[in-house]
Structure formats: C-alpha cells, structure tokens
C-alpha cells in the first residue's frame, strides 16, 4: 500500500466509492479502503433511486447500470383497515416533475459497488484496497494525518500498516469507529423498532413492481420484490431481538406464516435464525460533520432509518457533494476546516428533512404498528395520501428523488460508451 495518499476514505460503501469516482475523475488521488474482503454483504439496502440512476448516467454509467439484474418498482402498497391493499404512492406520478426515471430500481448492492469500483480503476488517481480495515487515527499536530490500518494478505495472515492523508473521510457506516474516536456531538432520536431481514424465493410471475408492507398487531412486514427472490423485513418493537431468537426459527416460521399467509407454504425455506439478520435501526445525526483533516459522510454522518428506504440516496448525494466542493483544493493540497464545513452546510437542510419525515412517518404508521397499536394504516400523513394526490405525488418526490437532489460535477462527466454494432446475416 502507497504511504501516502491525498484523499483516504474508509468505507467502500454508496458514499465511499462514489467519493472515491468522483474525486478521482478530477485528478485528486485518492484511497478507498473497504474492511470486507468483497461487496457481497447480506442485506445492504438495495433502492437505486431516480436521482441516483440520473447520477449514473451523467457519469457514462448509465448502460453499464441498466444491463445489472435488477427490478423495477412503481407502487407503494399497504395494508387497509378494511382489508386488502390501498396504493399510497404511485412512483409514475414522478413524470409530471420531469424525472427522467419515475421507479425506484432495486439492484443488490454488491452490483452496484462492483460498477463503481471498476469504473474507479479506470481512473489513474484511484486505489481501492479490500479487506483493510482501519484500525485506529493518526492525529499530528491536533488534526487526523491518516489512519492505521491491519490488511487480509488473501494467505490467512494479516499486517499491519498506516497511510497517511491531507484528508481522511469516514464512509464507514452507522456504527463508524472514525465517528467515535472524533468526539464529535451526536443528536439522537428515538426509535421504537427493529427490523429483522430475510429472504424467501420468488417464483415466475409473481410479484414485481411492487413494494408492499403488510400488518399484524404488533409487528409488520415490507415485502421487497428482487431478482430471483423476495427481501422480507420483519419489524417489531426495539429490544426483543433475544426473545424472538430465544422462541427458536419454528416460532419465527409460525409468525411469519400469519402474517404473510400468502408465503406460508416457502417458509420452511428458514432453518436457522442465522438466516435472518437483525439491524438495530437508529437515527441521529452529528452536530458538526468534520474535525480537522476529517469528514464524515452518509450514514457515519446521520444515520437514517429504513423506513422510506432513502439511506443510500442521501449518502450517494452526501458524495457528489463533497466531491463538487472539496476536488479543486484537494487539487492544490489546501483543503481546510472551512472547506469540509460547507459540505455540511449544503448537505444540512436535506438530511434534517429526510430525517423529519422519517421521525412523521415513525409517529404516523411504524411505532403503531410495532407496538401493537393498530392493525393497518392511520394517521394524517397517510389519510392526507389518500385524500390529495398532489399530496401522494410530492411525497414519492420527497422519496424519489430527494429535497435537493445533486447533478454530477462538469469534471466528472462522461459520455456513454457506443455500444458495438451488431451485424445481421441479410442485412
């Protein structure tokens, strides 16, 4: 590994490895160090969004993304009081603003990772290094230098080592050890669930396109239609991941069948509680987002709830953001405080409304639901759905494409690549 680079980001998640692109396309050399050895984490969100997939096409990535094995969805479903379903968004509402792609797109994450990281080696100023895991901070003179490191040599041994950097970015997630070891004030709010994530296969022809969450007392489900097999959330109330391992994987089957009859007869496909992995959903938020020679970005930033599925969008946009504000004096080796504090300043008021809407979207239909209160749907947000579609339609845009959303910078813009021609017998 070089000692030294000008821009190391740890974490080769959405944010890092679209930092990584980005920063790179400009000329800025840049290190992404990612602690798995590969992308394939179980469970990773998986919702492109419309301004994502806009994203990818500015950049030349466009083609590359749509050849992905992926699904498409169009409708938000849940479950009525009466019974049934009720559509409460409907992403084709979208056109009327001019989104170029009114659907989300749900692609495994490793897929998507993997076109980041190969477009990344194309660019001369970028190194990507699996399985290292940063393990501590290099501070000089009062600001972060770089981080230490131990690095899987692919043998069954690992080493040791540090690299050093003008700029170091924390792309590592919710539970972020460069978060930790920054002191940086954090604002948490609460959160009254858990999800709990498994799979369960899906067959020819059944569902696509739709998203759909189902309720029972106490507990619900979100139904995620991918390809090859359905992404099932679980969620309950927050604290009871012991009780529900401790009733053993039979009682998981029995919960699920009720909830889910339709899937009753698959959920012998579950043989081990092993295979359902449990996220501690938080939400919160750092008062400030760098020290000097650090920044934190998407979720070591703000870690955002599940619900909406908007985590991935905010810490891709979180990335063209950085990327626009800082390539010119990571350029010239004069990247300061006041730099890394106008990321923050353009990225704020989003990541507060996102974060607003999801503590409205708590309040009116998860924590209900989660503790038992309702069977199905209520609340304003959801009756105000119903009744207004102008309503219905600015919340999917709020959803889709995000309160501002970023365009690729001019210096990292590519023009697809032609595709080769295929030439026909007779023709």
């Known amino acids: 590994m070089m000692p030294r680079t000008t ?10 490895m679209m930092l990584g692109l980005l920063l790179a ?18 469970f990773r969100g998986d919702t492109v969004h419309p301004a994502t997939v806009d994203l990818l096409e500015d950049l030349g990535l466009g083609d590359r993304f749509a050849a992905l094995p992926r699904s498409r969805v169009t409708e938000v479903m849940l479950p009525a009081r009466a019974g049934g379903f009720e559509r409460v968004g409907d992403f084709a509402a979208l056109a009327r603003f001019g989104v170029r792609h009114p659907y989300m797109t749900i692609v495994p994450q ?12 194309a660019e001369p100023a ?41 700029l170091t970015v924390a792309c590592d997630g919710r539970h972020s050890f460069l978060r930790a070891a920054s002191g940086l004030p954090v604002t948490t709010y609460k959160v009254p669930f858990d999800t709990w994530w498994f799979q369960l296969s899906r067959r020819a022809g059944e569902q696509s396109g739709v998203l759909s969450r189902t309720a029972g007392r106490g507990r619900f489900a979100v139904v995620i239609p991918r390809p090859g097999y359905f992404q099932i959330g679980y969620v309950a109330a927050k604290g009871t991941d012991g009780r529900l391992r401790a009733r053993g994987i039979a009682a998981f089957r029995d919960d699920i069948a009720e909830l ?11 043989v081990s509680m092993d295979q359902v992995k449990h996220l501690d959903v938080r939400l919160n938020r750092l008062r400030r987002w760098h020290t000097d020679g650090l920044l934190c970005l998407g979720d070591a930033a703000h870690a955002m ?19 626009t504000t800082l390539a010119e004096p990571l350029r010239r080796g004069a990247v300061g405080s006041s730099d890394l504090a106008r990321v923050r300043r353009r990225r704020l008021p989003a990541t507060v409304l996102v974060q607003t809407l999801q503590r409205i979207m708590h309040a009116d239909l998860a924590r209900p639901l989660a503790t038992g209160g309702l069977a199905g749907p209520a ?22 494409v995000g309160f501002r959303p970023e365009r690729a910078p001019a210096f990292a813009r590519r023009a697809p690549k032609p595709q080769p021609e295929i030439h026909q017998p007779g023709r």
């Open 7 to 16: 821009c190391c980001v740890v974490g080769g998640g959405p944010a890092g």
């Open 25 to 42: 396309r400009a000329g800025v050399e840049v290190t992404v160090l990612e602690k798995h050895t590969d992308f394939r984490d179980d």
């Open 110 to 121: 490793w897929d998507l990772l993997t076109l980041l990281a190969d477009a990344g080696r």
């Open 126 to 166: 970028f190194r990507l290094r699996m399985g290292t895991e940063a393990t501590s901070v290099i501070k000089e003179h009062g600001r972060v230098a770089g981080v230490r490191y131990r690095a899987d040599t692919g043998s069954g041994t690992r080493v040791d080592g540090e690299i050093r950097a003008d």
């Open 260 to 270: 889910l009859p339709d899937y009753a007869g698959r959920v012998g496909e579950l």
């Open 305 to 323: 709830s599940p619900v909406g599925g908007m985590g991935v969008n905010l810490a891709v946009q979180d990335a063209v953001a950085a990327a």
């Open 379 to 400: 609340g304003p947000l959801l009756a105000a759905a119903r009744r207004f579609p102008l309503v219905q339609a600015l919340s999917v845009y709020l959803v889709g």
